[in-house]
């Protein structure tokens, strides 16, 4: 019987209307759903053809791993061979494939089917699209790269036993100014993310300190030198013992480089030494973040180009290279103001630098003015002046307000004319740095003639000179450090914040001359360990006139009645002359490993304060001097120097 419902078919012969109907049938039904079958099968045979591979390694992996583990004497790089069961596809013979941890020069290309539709497989992660085929699918081999076994590092290395040798550390402590105790080094650690072609660096320290003083200050961790009471306060022979975490320290640097010569840095940094009006040591003690640094720079590097905008430290202070922001010579000290002779302070600022082979600096600075006002009588903004000789009343002088707007409304800010300018050359040689500067100021203030009802302005100048330099003693290990500034109205500029300025008879501001200075000696007797030494000096002039009343007025006045800074609860006026210290202490870093490094710190500051003289109001010379004793025990943890 035909098929065809009894049409007898011989040879290629069949009836014109049956061709007809069966060419439609197969011209309809067949070809797309061909075509898409044959896509499919492809790509389900790329599929298997990958897990087969993945099957392969891991079974290849597996048997390496057990290898290592019962023989310790393979060799790291040595191909290894594991035999991978292939999973069979519906309708075929499975087969062993073998997985190598190899391929040599010979071994075939790897390749997948591809449709001759053009929809290609699934990608994997080592199939170029060149190298694939139409060809049956087989089982890639993989290059499988061992590595080497490596021993972990441990957790932490012990540096006390290093014996001077070699120890790769991320903190530096062979610079006489090191980064991680002045500042925060954030430079020199690597970055932590990056948010598109900026990249953002974090620094900082946790910081613990033990302070003691041998007289009762009520300071935290930041001595004010020249407040060392004399022995009428019953301070004087009070000491003072507290621990604080104030000076934990966290830094910010972000970095983008436009062009290879063109780099732009923000660097902010901060720690805890603000108190607020509920701060208290009671319960919370809940001390305030405050601003240290907050400024950006623009580099130019093919002109020597360096522009610095923001809060930084003052043009004045010292460098140990070039004027180049977070280079400043800061003592290695932990007292966060200093030691007295330093100059220093952290001011806005606007500042221009021009280097020539990174040897030669000149730079220029205009930052933020604020003056200090001192004076023999008790005298405040909008007070009257001791009539001076001849006169039967004083002037009337203004010369701060208190802060209004995102100011401190409890401090007083004086009268700016202008910003204070900074002018500085520098050069570094292979004999060290070296550099001098010069420094400009103005000072104003509102004076009432007396029997007047109308002020006028007073606007007087002032300013110094000052040098600087960082000396090898030769040899890296050790070396030299000093810094001085002399002039008229420059108290300011150093930690014990001897006055700038008092007034004159007419009640005009006077600058106060004044010089400061300090050498200190910084030895590295190992790479985990520092030592330093400082001495250091500030001293005032007298500016003074002569009042009705027959005695000295002004600062520096050598005629007033001492007596009660002799006795226990005597009202004691003396003022300033000089102030002297001597600093010693060193660093020790520990503890450096995977998490962070851990650094102790120890030292001791003996001050010494001299006032102007005066008497006793029986013709009897009165030199009244005090001292005092400083200890700070101090330990760091630098969760960011691994």
Known sequence: MSPLGGLKITGNYLPRRYRLLLGAVFFIGSPLPAFAQSADDQELAAIKAEMRMLEGRLQAIEQRRHAGSSSHAARPNAPKTSVARRMPIKGETPKIETARAATSPSSPARSIPRPSSGI????????????????????????????????????????????????????????????????????????????????????????????????????????????????????????????????????????????????????????????????????????????????????????????????????????????????????????????????????????????????????????????????????????????SYGHLTGPTVYYANAGGVLLNPNTQYSYNPAPDIVLKTAVDTSFGHYEVFGLARWFRGLVQPAGENHTHKSTQFGGGVGAGMTVPLGTDKLQLTGNVLAGQGVGRYGPSLIPDTTFDSNGNPTPIPEIMGSLGLVGHPARSVLLYTYGGVESAGRRTYLGADGIQHGYGATDLNLSGCEYEFGTCSAQTRTLASLTTGGWWHFLDGHYGSVMGGLQYTYIRKFAFKGNDGADHAVDPTTYGHTVYVTFRYYPFQQ
Do not use: C
């Open 120 to 387: 290609m497989p699934v990608s994997t992660a080592g199939f170029a699209p060149d190298s694939v085929t139409a060809a049956p699918a087989t089982v890639p081999t993989t290059p499988i790269v061992t590595p080497a076994h490596q021993t972990p590092p441990p957790l932490f290395q012990w540096l006390g036993n290093q014996h001077n040798e070699a120890h790769r550390t991320s903190i530096d402590l062979t610079s006489s100014s090191p980064l991680a105790i002045t500042q925060t080094e954030v430079d020199h650690l690597p970055p932590v993310f990056q948010i598109g072609n900026l990249t953002v660096r974090l620094g900082g320290f946790i910081d613990f300190s033990n302070i003691w003083r041998s007289s009762n200050m009520t300071s935290g961790p930041a001595t004010a030198w020249n407040n060392f009471p004399y022995v009428n306060s019953p301070n004087h022979g009070l000491s003072e013992e507290r621990f604080s975490a104030q000076l934990t320290r966290f830094s910010t640097l972000l970095e983008a480089n436009p062009t290879k010569s063109v780099r732009l840095q923000a660097y902010v940094e901060s720690d805890f030494g603000g108190s607020g009006g509920t701060t208290n040591s009671v319960q919370i003690n809940g001390y305030t973040p405050r601003l240290r640094l907050g400024y950006f720079t623009f580099t130019e590097k093919d002109w020597g180009l360096h522009v610095l905008m923001g809060q930084a430290w003052s043009l004045t202070t010292n460098y140990a290279k070039g004027v180049i922001p977070r280079q400043e010579q800061l003592p290695a000290v932990t007292d966060n103001n200093q030691i007295p002779g330093i100059t220093f302070t952290r001011v806005p600022q606007i500042r221009i630098a021009k280097d020539w082979d990174r040897k030669y600096w000149l730079a220029l600075s205009i930052e933020d003015p604020q003056a200090t006002v001192g004076f023999s009588d008790a005298l405040s903004s909008g007070g009257t002046l001791p009539a």
